[in-house]
């Protein structure tokens, strides 16, 4: 199985970036796939996630700013974040099952 996060970048606080996460080896429309995020230094966190059956959560920080949904027809899992903060600054990964990882994307976010 192979993870791999796309759409990653550096922006402005206030504004959005929408990551992507698609996988080989894995129908993402059948597992439980969670974002997680990392900054150097600290422990790996969990931002949102989203079962086989679409129920979602997130974690406090980003309730209201972040969703999670998944694109059946594309295979596809996205973390659509907006009002960007400077403390989501990390490398955002994705999880499949808590057992497979992607390497990652950067997001930055900075005046």
């Known amino acids: 199985v192979v993870l791999v996060e796309s759409g990653g970048g550096s922006v402005q606080p206030g504004e959005s970036l929408r990551l992507s996460c698609v996988g080989s080896d894995v129908d993402l429309n059948n597992v439980n796939l969670a974002w997680h995020r990392q900054v150097p230094g600290k422990q790996r966190d969990l931002v949102a996630r989203i079962t086989i059956n679409g129920a979602t959560n997130y974690v406090d920080d980003v309730k209201g700013r972040f969703t999670i949904s998944r694109d059946n027809a594309k295979h596809v899992v996205y973390l659509q974040m907006t009002a960007l903060k400077p403390e989501d600054t990390a490398v955002y990964f994705c999880?499949?099952?808590?057992?497979?990882w992607g390497r990652g994307t950067q997001v930055t976010v900075s005046s």
């Open positions: 999880c499949v099952d808590n057992y497979y």
